[in-house]
């Protein structure tokens, strides 16, 4: 299904709308065209009834027909049942295009999520996203169905009954719009107060999600801890904010038809009134037919109205949503202007690829810097070691590395390409990382190794679980490389679940690897396992290990050492081992049983 695009300019709210309308325009245009029709069919439908209760009234019963009355009777009750038909019709297809239109709307959003650069994800909770993805689509078709859908089949209603009651007495048909205005400026009131109370009830809803997925990711702390009782405080003041704003609106909904079946009954008295009036003048202008006609089509002709005002506020409700939608579809997507192809390049790199960084600058906030001026050259399949304290930049570093951001100033190149700007198919190829904590996706251990790339083949999947160790057990599982992992599936050990991030890596042979404290928080045997895989997969292969500790670094060549976003000493181990510095402190502490990573 082809998506529209959205660009990174602000967009008005009713713009989205009409990407998708055009989108699904082109699929269900059948569906369309017969929605039409029976908005239509349901206008004649409304005026027949009115229509023969005065035929039957001022013709049949004063000439006594009275098999005429049957008839009329018969087609009354044959336009009644027909209504109802049309309605369920026009129901039916409302939620069936509706939820096509939901889809498109999901799955353009989800495209833009793709897009998004990873600053995005550092200052939004992942709860808002998901409102998002929720409640304010879920408004969005609110406001399809049943704002501008039933608004237009509304508003036909209205033209269609108020020509038929012009045609009856124009003069009764003037003192009847009187109403309309009536009844709108009040709507105005209400809509405007249950729209504030609608963005109050969206915010809230963002905040319950965002601090129901903060508490089930901490979930472990917080009962070690001991600390539900706090949690359970907290969770609290969102849920008082979501109640009150729920009871605003709730306040005003109910309000509203009250009021405007007074403003009905008052008109429909005073037609009666003075229709009776004019037609004890002059019976041959108001006859009782026309008369009762048009108080029955003043009551049809008010219902409309008085749902066109709910729709016009169903549709200002539904624009909170819409609105938040339209400003998370506005958010700027990550423009890496002209992508780079691997191409055959791969082919030369048997041994390892070169990494060249120059002088980089990068922070996660354009007024505060992290990285200060990076420099680093690894040559082809040479193992370096990052070392450094706790928050030196060293992940960052990893991050810039990987592609992931965009330096402020400072080139990168892997193999004579920008990370960043690599193609994302082609990235794996080059690149494999294994970042600190290794995320187990829901699914089996072959996709959570593949990652659902359907190009790798079995045989490739387990070479690169035998090469990390991992392949005997999982064939000793039940279903093998298809048993599921994740919460529906079984649990994996963290030097497990690390294993498999290390598979995920190799599996597409990458000629560098990014290993982020791959082993930190392991026993020393597992540490050793791991660190064997290293080694078996290690081999021409330029790799990069991140460490916060000497001992959690593998076979380095050369070793950088990091500290407040610079380089502050670089050389071979025994170099820096020799030299008075950064290393040598680091050995020695290390060596009488410190640890440095606080
Ligand atoms: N996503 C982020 N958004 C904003 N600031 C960040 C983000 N990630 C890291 N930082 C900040 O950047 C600085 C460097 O963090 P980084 O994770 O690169 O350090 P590190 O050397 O890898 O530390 P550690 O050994 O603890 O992993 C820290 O001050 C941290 O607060």
């Known amino acids: ?45 409304e005026l027949l009834p009115p229509m023969l209760l005065k035929r039957i009234l001022d013709v049949h019963l004063k000439n006594g027909q009275m098999d005429q009355v049957w008839r009329a009777a018969f087609y009354y009750l044959a336009a009644s049942i027909g209504s109802s038909l049309f309605t369920f019709a026009q129901t039916y297809l409302t939620t069936y ?47 399809f169905s049943s704002g501008l859908i039933g608004g237009f089949s509304d508003l036909m209603k209205v033209f269609g009954i108020a020509a038929a009651m012009y045609l009856i007495s124009p003069r009764l048909f003037f003192i009847a719009l009187l109403a309309i205005p009536v009844i709108f400026i009040i ?9 504030r109370a609608q963005m109050e009830i969206r915010k809230a809803v963002g905040k319950i999600n965002a601090y129901l997925q903060e508490l089930f990711n901490g979930i472990r ?25 729920i009871n605003y609106a709730a306040v005003f909904d109910a309000y509203f038809p009250c009021v405007t079946q007074i ?64 400003g998370f579809l506005g958010e700027e997507v990550e423009d890496k202007g002209e992508l780079q192809y691997l191409d055959n390049r791969l082919s030369l790199e048997k041994n390892g690829a070169e990494i060249k960084i120059k002088d980089i600058r990068f922070g996660y906030a354009p007024d505060k810097e992290i990285l200060k001026g990076v420099s680093l050259a690894l040559g082809k399949g040479k193992k370096v070691a990052i070392i450094g304290r706790t928050g030196a930049g060293k992940t960052s570093l990893m991050n810039l590395i990987a592609g992931l951001y ?8 892997i193999s004579g390409m920008d990370p960043y700007r690599l193609r994302a198919s082609d990235r794996r190829k080059l690149i494999g990382i294994v970042p600190q904590n290794a995320q187990i996706f829901e699914g089996t251990i072959k996709e959570n190794i593949t990652l659902r790339d359907e190009q790798i083949a079995q045989e490739e999947i387990e070479k690169a679980a035998k090469l990390v160790g991992l392949h005997e057990f999982i064939i000793s599982l039940a279903d093998g490389y298809d048993t599921p992992v994740g919460i529906q599936g079984i649990k994996l050990s963290f030097g497990q679940a690390q294993l498999i991030a290390l598979a995920r890596a190799v599996v597409s042979d990458p000629p560098v690897l990014l290993l982020d404290e791959p082993t930190s928080g392991m026993d020393a045997l597992t540490e050793r396992v791991i660190f064997n895989a290293f080694r078996a997969i290690g081999e021409k292969r330029t790799i990069v290990t991140i460490s916060h500790r000497l001992s959690g670094i593998i076979d380095a060549d050369e070793v950088y050492i990091m500290a407040s976003g610079k380089i502050v000493q670089s050389g071979s181990p025994d170099k820096l081992a020799r030299e008075k510095g950064w290393y040598s402190i680091f050995k020695e502490l290390e060596d009488l049983g410190w640890r440095l990573d606080t």
């Not at 065209?33 to 029976?38: A, D, E």
């Not at 239509?40 to 439908?45: A, D, E, G, K, V």
Request: no cysteine.
């Open 1 to 45: 299904m082809a998506m529209p695009q959205v660009n990174s300019e602000k967009q008005h709210p009713f713009s989205v709308i009409r990407m998708v309308l055009k989108n699904t325009w082109k699929r269900l245009r059948r569906f369309y065209l017969l929605l039409i029709l029976t908005a239509l069919s349901l206008t004649l439908l």
């Open 97 to 143: 295009i509706g939820q096509n239109i939901l889809i498109d709307l999901r799955l353009l959003m989800a495209e833009h999520i793709s897009k998004l650069p990873m600053n995005y994800y550092n200052k939004t909770p992942v709860g808002e996203i998901m409102s998002y993805m929720s409640s304010d689509v879920d408004s969005v078709n609110t406001l």
């Open 187 to 195: 709507a105005n009131y209400f809509r405007k107060n249950i729209l």
């Open 221 to 245: 702390v917080v009962k070690f801890y001991g600390k539900e009782g706090q949690y359970e405080n907290k969770f609290q003041d969102p849920l008082r904010e979501h109640l009150k704003s």
């Open 263 to 326: 403003i009905r009954a008052i008109t429909i008295a005073v037609i009666i009134l003075l229709g009776a009036k004019t037609s004890s003048f002059d019976a041959t202008v108001v006859t009782i037919g026309s008369l009762a006609a048009f108080a029955d089509l003043v009551g049809r002709l008010l219902s409309p109205v008085e749902a066109l005002s709910q729709e016009f506020q169903t549709i200002q409700q539904a624009m909170a949503g819409l609105k938040r939608i339209t």
């Open 406 to 413: 965009k330096p402020f100033a400072g080139e990168i190149s």
